[in-house]
Structures are given as structure tokens and as C-alpha cells.
């Protein structure tokens, strides 16, 4: 039996895959010199033209069916991809070789293409520099088009199968079929490529960034694909695939017991209402977020619309995403949290010894006002859908608060100068997130009308843990004991001050921590939309007083470990039919 090997990448895309291996690659596309006669010139700048259209024409439709299935932000790299198509001046580059060197299309053309390509490769700007794999993808569509072949497609993917490539281009990404596709794994990308954002939008597990993946893989091997840890398995051993069929059979029959939840309301026995909201980070997932029944959008992570365009979308193109999400999540909330820019959320060539601590995200704002109001303008300008409210990460002091609200304040007059319409009643919002605002929580929530506690972060800082960091990932625990009094000082904080306390972090989705957080409180969960169902199933089993009573309890232990054994039993004693969702 050949040895089992595990191969490690980053988990972009969650779930479990099992199948064939598919490796895709794209075919090398060879272009011969040929000398055109002179007569035959104006038919070989002609060809040039209709193979222009024809790639056109090939590009608008998957823009359609991408606009269709995906939602119309997601398919503007397409729109990108046909400006460089019908660049003037590169066709007329090419236009005038064809003639001046009596040369065949696809030779001059691809000569072309790789200048230009080389050019901006060379460049120091990281956006234009990504721009080098757009100007391939369009490049080889026209080539394949002169030439006449046909394309080396992902649609063409037998099914039952697991992609392995080194990178997948941004249109054929776009040309992936769910039904056919199990599980996607390439050599290059991260959780921001265009390859990870389809599969999170298709629902497809996925591992990137796998080191030198195509040589240790071969076609139609059986592999397992774990899109929760990041790994994929070759020639797993009987017992690993013993595992992963019991894991997968218990996803499925615990897919069907909660989807009912998703049409119900979070409300608790006794009748309470928690609002159950949806984290996302891409326009297209507010599809998710409805499809599990969430009731509003509790953080748009902004910064994903800067890091998949490597720079800042201007005014227009954030507004054209704020509204549009404002509109389709009518009239249920959505709180768009200005950039976080910074940590783990690495962004341009900008580089620091201790990138959590330092130059991010309210702090990279407030050090670039243009940029910042920029943000705040788009953000106005979405609220006159009446449901937008906006939120500030990372605050550390009061002093960050007044001058955001300056700096808003000062926004809306511009705003109001200029007769542009906007939310007057917009709500103003932080994310509590780090130990210094969690203490100052009552001086804090009387200048803001909510806040959302980042229980990622605020453990982060409390424990002093390296949130991303493997070696140290067992003392990652939102469980700690200093962590959970934390959130309960701010929720007593803000609930003194007549303003709503939400929870936004992963702790949310956590099923042992909803009846502690219930109990100590909280107004709202946000969490990511595939954890929605298994929330309400949860609100909907317990009572607000039993609840109170396990949050009284909780706050009496040593350890997170004592914590997290008291609520096992608590819950197990208190409420009926939720232990299976409870891990
Ligand atoms: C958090 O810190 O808990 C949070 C929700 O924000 P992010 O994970 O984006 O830092
Ligand atoms: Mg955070």
C-alpha cells in the first residue's frame, strides 16, 4: 500500500470532499512565424478582428451566467478583462506589425501580449503586477481564437472530481461547475483569489496555496480534500477514510435536521428575540445569508473589496456594492464595518515586526483622511436605503471615538452641502474588540449607538495569543475565563447605557457559548451563514432565565476548560434536543 501523505495549503473554502483528481492545465498554447503575402494582409488584420469579437462575445456571456449565479460585483473583473481586450493601442500595435513585417495575427499578437505582460511584471505596483495573469487569461482566449482550438475548459471536468492545478484563471474560475466539481486544490492563491471567492460562493470545499502540489499528485488518484483544516490527503489509509465517511454522513443528516431552522425565528421558549445575523466579506454571499435564514447582515468585512483588487476601489465602485447589498437585504439591517485594513489582512508591500499590534485598520484611517472619507461618503450615500449603519474596528481609546465622529459629522455636512441624499438617522457603531475599550466600555458606549464585540480579537489581546499563529493555537481559547468577563462588562456597560450590544466574532457561532451569551445579555449573534440554522436551533430550545442562571455559573471558573464543562453539563441538564449540535 503506498504511504499515506498529508498535504498542507490554506483552508479557503469549508468542507469535505471526496473523489478523482482532475488536473487541469492550461495547454500551452504554441505560435508559429508564418510570412503573409501582401495581398493577404487586410484578410489578416480582419482575422485579428473576429477573433477580438469572438473572445468578446465569450467573455460577456460568462459575465452573464456569473451575474446570474454569483451576483453582478462579483463578475466586474470581467468588465476589466474586456477593456485590455479592445485596448486601441495594443490593437493597433498589432494591426501595424501585421502589415509593416508581413506577418501572420497570432505571432504578432502574442509577441505583443508579451511585452506588455513583461512590462507591467516589472513594475513596483502590486496591483498592475497582478494585472499580468488578467492580460494571460485574455491573451490565450484571443490566441485559442485565431487559431482555432478549442478551450481547455473546466467545463469539461468529469464528474466526481477534485480540480488540482497550479492556479485557475479568474474567467475559467468563473466557468466552474458545482455539480461536476467536488473540491478544488491549486498550487497558487489565497483566501482573497478569484479562485477562493467562487468556491466560497459555489459552496465548493477548497484548499490553496498547496507547495508544489502538481508533482506530488497524479491524474485520477483518489484523494480527500479538507476544506476546514486546509489539507488534502493522497492514498488515505482505510481508517482516514473511515473517518472522513462518518465526519461527511454526519454533516449531511445534521444538514437536514437543522435546515428546517432556517425559515424559523430565533426566538426562545419564553419568547424572547435574539437577532441572528450573517458575517460576509463578498457581496455575493448576502445569497448565503438569506438562503440560512439570517435576519440582517452583522459585518461586511469592507477590506476583502480592497485586498481582491490589490488598492482601493474608488468612491463609485464601494458605493455601487454598498447599495447594492443595502437594497437586496431590504429591509433587514446591514452594518458595514469601514476597513481592517492591517493584522493577518496584509495589504500592499507595507511590512512590521508586529503587525497586530500595529498600523491597522482605524488607525491606517485615520492616518489617510482622503481615503477614509472616501469610504464614509460610499457608506452615507448607501444609507438612504434607511437599513445601513455603519461600525469602526479596532478602537483602543476614546479620543479614536471623537474624531471619528468628527470626521463623520463633518462628512455629512460636505454631504448635505452638496445636496446628496443619506441616512440623518444613520446608526453609529464600534467594534469592541480590544482589553483597553472592553474596560472602557462605559465611557465608550454613551458616544456610539451600538456596539459589536470582536471575541476574535478581544482574545487575541486578552490572552496575548497570536490569533494565526498553529504553534501557540491551543492557548487561542474564547473560553478563558478573562475573555468572558470582558464581554459581560461590556454588555452590563452597554446595556447601562441604553444602547444594543451585538457579538460578531466566531464565539457567536459557537452552540456551547450562545445560552452563556444569551444569559449574560447580548441583543445580536453575527456569524458565518452556514452557522445560522444551528444557532436558531439552539435559541429556540432555552429560556432566558435558565440562561441567566448558566451565565451566573460560568463566571465562577479558574479555566476554560472548567468553563466549557460546566456548560456541557448545565446544557445538557436544562434543555432537551440540542445536545447533537453541541460539540
Ligand atoms: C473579531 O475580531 O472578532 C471580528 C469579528 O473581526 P475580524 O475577525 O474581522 O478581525
Ligand atoms: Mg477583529
Redesign the pocket.
Known sequence: MPRERILKGIAVSQGIAQGKVFIYETKHIEVFQTPILSVYLKDETERLDRAIKKTEHELRNIQKRLNYEIGENFAQFLDAQVMMLSDKTIIQKVKARIVDNRLNAEYVYHEVIKEYAEKLGATKDTYLKERVADIWDVGSRVLRNLLGLTHGSVVEVPAGSIIVAHDISPSEAALINPKSVLGIATEAGGRTSHTAITARALEIPAVLGIKGLIGKIGNSEQVILDGDRGIMIKNPSAGRIHFYEIAKKKVLELKKTLSPFCELPAKTKDGRHIDISA?IEFFSEYTHAKKYGAEGIG?F?TEFLYLTRHGSPTEEEQYHVYNALAKKMKPSPVIIRTY?LG?DKVFSDYQEANPYLGWRAIRVCLDDLDFFKMQLRAILRASVNKNVKIMF?MISNYEEIKRISLIFEKTKSELRAKKIDFDEEIQFGI?V?TPSAALLSPHLAHQVDFFSI?????TQYTIAVDRGNEKISQLFDHFHPAVLQLIKQIIDAGHQAHIWVGL???LAADPLAIPLLIGMGIDELSMNPGSIPRAKMVVRAITIPECEEIAKGALRFRTPLEIKRYLHRSIHKKFHGIDEVIK
Not at 454 to 458: A, I, V
Open positions: 458575517n459585518l468585512r481592517d493584522g474596528p467594534m474588540e470582536g471575541s476574535n480579537d478581544l460578531c466574532g466566531e
